[in-house]
């Protein structure tokens, strides 16, 4: 998800609660606070020589101590009102792909991806996913390439499709 993509989220679900999901259904706790944006930049070379460049942004979610057996989780609002200041003291790129920075003493510490969100009457529960590493360069350093599905093969270079 792009950091516009979550900011038109948020702007379009106002009061309800904000809930992230980080383990298929195992919820950030509502003592959760965001406590950082990251406006990251990578420069990156892969082991294939190739390099690469590209922008992140990173909010970080901690749970505090001190708010232990909170029921009440914060408002999508809240949030909003949060990342808008943050944006106004240091702009962050609204087309850089966003990630959550969280973890807890059941979790380890990682940045999760934004993999979908569902919306109720009352709450919006933002679904995070652990990203795998990959092999950037694949073809050379000549690791074969797995096909995922039919379609995949199909489409493949001597899939026939073409």
């Known amino acids: 998800m792009k950091t516009k993509?979550?900011?038109s989220l948020l702007r379009d679900n106002g009061n309800k609660e904000l809930v992230f999901d980080y383990n298929n259904g195992v919820l950030v706790s509502a003592n959760y606070h965001l406590t950082e944006v990251k406006n990251i930049m990578i420069d990156s070379v892969d082991c294939g020589g190739?390099?690469?460049?590209w922008k992140?942004?990173?909010?970080?979610?901690w749970e505090s101590p001190a708010e232990i057996g909170k029921t009440q989780y914060m408002t999508?609002?809240?949030a909003f009102q949060i990342l808008n200041r943050v944006n106004g003291i240091k702009p962050m790129e609204m087309e850089?792909?966003?990630?959550?920075?969280?973890?807890?003493?059941?979790?380890?510490?990682?940045?999760?991806?934004?993999d979908g969100y569902d919306t109720s009457e009352d709450r919006l529960v933002?679904?995070?996913a652990v990203e795998k590493t990959d092999c950037k360069a694949k073809e050379e350093c000549g690791i074969p390439?797995?096909?995922?599905?039919?379609?995949?093969?199909?489409?493949s270079p001597g899939g026939g499709c073409c």
């Open 76 to 78: 999508v609002s809240k």
């Open 5 to 7: 993509e979550l900011f």
């Open 50 to 53: 190739g390099t690469d460049f």
């Open 145 to 155: 390439v797995e096909i995922t599905s039919e379609e995949d093969a199909c489409c």
């Open 96 to 114: 850089a792909e966003l990630k959550i920075e969280y973890g807890n003493k059941d979790f380890h510490t990682a940045q999760l991806f934004i």
């Open 126 to 128: 933002i679904k995070l």
């Open 56 to 61: 992140e942004t990173i909010v970080q979610l």
